[in-house]
């Protein structure tokens, strides 16, 4: 199943992740795709939000991943940086996305970058870039029998 939405503004885009992360239920792996300013970090500032953080939230594109503290915990990793899962597995990461361990949600920015290290259950999330302001968000549920 997808869902697709358009967004004409930053705001409306926080506003459908804010409303989106009212209904996660933890654990849940969240990948992010698409092109550079087509909205991924906007999203994931909504969802946070959603989630009851109230801290300033930024791409962790040097730091790799920030963890928030809100009515779960989450774990916003941007992979812009890295250029394989073996460089992720190297870093660590995979325990983050483990569905039987995981205490929270996982936001996964350019998730291209490491294909196969994501669960097969998780959900995806692409941002299409329609004009300057607009774009289209389509949210699919992966590995979903």
Not at 59 to 68: A, D, H, R
Not at 86 to 104: H, M, P, R, S, V
Request: net charge negative; proline share 3%; with cysteine.
């Amino acid at each position: 199943m997808e869902i697709k939405v358009v967004s004409n503004n930053e705001s409306t885009t926080q506003a459908i992740a804010q409303k989106y992360a009212q209904s996660i239920k933890a654990p849940c792996v969240i990948s992010l795709k698409g092109d550079l300013g087509a909205g991924k970090t906007t999203f994931a500032k909504g969802f946070a939000k959603g989630l009851g953080i109230n801290e300033v939230v930024t791409s962790p594109t040097f730091t790799i991943m920030n963890e928030y503290e809100g009515k779960m915990p989450l774990y916003h990793f941007d992979m812009y940086r890295l250029s394989s899962k073996e460089e992720a597995i190297n870093c660590g990461f995979e325990e983050y996305f483990d569905l039987t361990k995981l205490q929270g949600v996982v936001l996964v920015e350019w998730a291209e970058n490491v294909e196969g290290l994501l669960p097969a259950l998780h959900v995806e999330v692409n941002f299409k870039k329609l004009n300057e302001s607009d774009r289209e968000i389509a949210i699919t549920v992966k590995g979903w029998v």
